[in-house]
T-cell receptor, first 115, second 114 residues
Framework: NAGVTQTPKFRVLKTGQSMTLLCAQD?????MYWYRQDPGMGLRLIHY???????AKGEVPDGYNVSRLKKQNFLLGLESAAPSQTSVYFC??????????????FGQGTRLTVV | AQTVTQSQPEMSVQEAETVTLSCTYD???????LFWYKQPPSRQMILVIR??????QNATENRFSVNFQKAAKSFSLKISDSQLGDTAMYFC???????????FGKGTHLIIQP
């Protein structure tokens, strides 16, 4: 009964380091999303995927890459971390039909600090 | 592009009072969906209530109800008999129904005072 699981929950990076955030869902959802949350900004969409092997850019994609090699996993990569990428990152998933026709589920978030 | 505006960065009310959180949005679509999410200090995003634009009847979920004014593009959340556990960030969000995710407002920090 895990739902959407994000790994890790917390991380501190030095500027220029790289890392990958993992999102795993066990609900057989087709759609998966990565958001970032910054104080006073709400949640903003980074990238999303409508199925295995497909990805698309969201509102704030610069500095991030994603991959969806398996249906249940959606990876978010930072190749060269910058202090501006300090944020809380959320993964979400839903069945085909998007947010309108079905409930979406969020992970518990990853707090990333870049120093 | 759609935009969602929450004009109240923070609100504070006494326990058991009724509070209304405001949200306005901008869209050229006729069919869409609106949501209120709650984010307590645990950081978890919790769906509170949703509204389909083609439905005239306002959605209700126990103590939570919305006032959906399609012509005015307004979608406010009313919390009745507020409880200490209602203390949280509340986000209004919009979806055109497609696959490209939700557009969120900047949030309202609601504090319920004992």
């Amino acid at each position: 009964n895990a739902g959407v699981t994000q790994t890790p929950k917390f991380r501190v990076l030095k500027t220029g380091q790289s890392m990958t955030l993992l999102c795993a869902q066990d609900m057989n959802h087709e759609y998966m999303y990565w958001y970032r949350q910054d104080p006073g900004m709400g949640l903003r969409l980074i990238h999303y995927s409508v199925g295995e092997g497909t990805t698309a850019k969201g509102e704030v994609p610069d500095g991030y890459n994603v991959s969806r090699l398996k249906k249940q996993n959606f990876l978010l990569g930072l190749e060269s971390a910058a202090p501006s990428q300090t944020s809380v990152y959320f993964c979400a998933s839903s069945h085909r039909g998007g947010w309108g026709n079905t409930e979406a589920f969020f992970g518990q978030g990853t707090r990333l600090t870049v120093v | 592009a759609q935009t969602v505006t929450q004009s109240q960065p923070e609100m504070s009310v006494q326990e058991a009072e009724t509070v209304t959180l405001s949200c306005t949005y901008d869209t050229s679509e006729n069919n869409y969906y609106l949501f209120w999410y709650k984010q307590p200090p645990s950081r978890q995003m919790i769906l509170v209530i949703r509204q389909e634009a083609y439905k005239q009847q306002n959605a209700t979920e126990n103590r939570f109800s919305v006032n959906f004014q399609k012509a005015a593009k307004s979608f406010s959340l009313k919390i009745s008999d507020s409880q200490l556990g209602d203390t949280a960030m509340y986000f209004c969000a919009y979806s055109g129904g497609g696959a490209d995710g939700l557009t969120f407002g900047k949030g309202t920090h609601l504090i319920i005072q004992p």
